[in-house]
């Protein structure tokens, strides 16, 4: 079965700690998304990255940080900097890249709670 | 700018149709239709593209208006399962960067 999956489904951070959110699809999608999503809220968007080896930064990027090494793969770590990461956290991809025709699967969907 | 979605929250009962607005500041490329249920993944309804061209599921109908900038989702005859958090995204420019902003939401809940 095709799809996003996000790791873990639930995690708590201390302050102070650095946290890294995974992401993995398997559907061959160029285009990979974070999000950000607060409770009664839309979605706002931290990195994307078109082609492995390339990312852009979103409309909330400070205190984040990504990597995609990998067609398959775009972590997001959550570092110490990140004020107030309590959070839903949305990875999304879209087949193409470089286009906004394509409707954008998302997965399930990471809760983060800084303790 | 994130794009004004309208309105906030509706209640039907099952039969009864809905329309949800989404409109931008700026010119728009494409505009995007999704649904959430509560703690689980948005669920692409439909895109719509400048120039008329859309594509998603059947029995979602939605419009797109160019010159107001707006898009707007049509739900007829609402069935229970249309319950939910409807958001629009929208894709601005060229539309080449694959990168959408997300309207506020709207909550839709259907009643027996």
């Known amino acids: 079965d095709g799809g996003i999956t996000q790791s873990p489904k639930y995690l708590f951070r201390k302050e102070g700690q650095n946290v890294t959110l995974s992401c993995e699809q398997n559907?061959?999608?160029?285009?990979m998304y974070w999000y950000r999503q607060d409770p009664g809220q839309g979605l706002r968007l931290i990195y994307y990255?078109?082609?492995?080896?390339?990312?852009q930064k979103g409309d909330i990027a400070e205190g984040y940080s990504v990597s995609r090494e990998k067609k398959e793969s775009f972590p997001l770590t959550v570092t110490s900097a990140q004020k107030n990461p309590t959070a839903f956290y949305l990875c999304?991809?879209?087949?193409?890249?470089?286009?906004?025709?394509?409707?954008?699967?998302f997965g399930p969907g990471t809760r983060l709670t800084v303790l | 700018q994130q794009p004004v979605q309208s309105p906030q929250a509706v209640i039907l009962r099952e039969g009864e149709d809905a329309v949800i607005n989404c409109s931008s500041s700026?010119?728009?490329?494409?505009v995007h239709w999704y649904r959430q249920k509560h703690g689980e993944a948005p669920v692409f309804l439909m895109i719509?593209?400048?120039?008329?061209e859309q594509k998603g599921h059947e029995k979602i109908s939605a419009s797109f208006n160019e010159k107001k900038q707006q898009s707007s989702l049509y739900l007829t005859a609402s069935q229970l399962s249309y319950s939910g958090t409807y958001f629009c995204?929208?894709?601005?420019?060229?539309?080449?960067?694959?990168?959408?902003?997300f309207g506020q939401g709207t909550t839709l809940q259907v009643k027996p």
């Open positions: 999304a991809s879209s087949i193409e890249a470089f286009s906004s025709y394509n409707e954008q699967f």
């Open positions: 559907l061959n999608h160029d285009a």
């Open positions: 990255s078109q082609i492995v080896n390339d990312f």
């Open positions: 700026k010119a728009l490329y494409s």
């Open positions: 719509l593209l400048k120039g008329g």
């Open positions: 995204g929208t894709a601005h420019g060229s539309g080449n960067t694959g990168k959408l902003i």
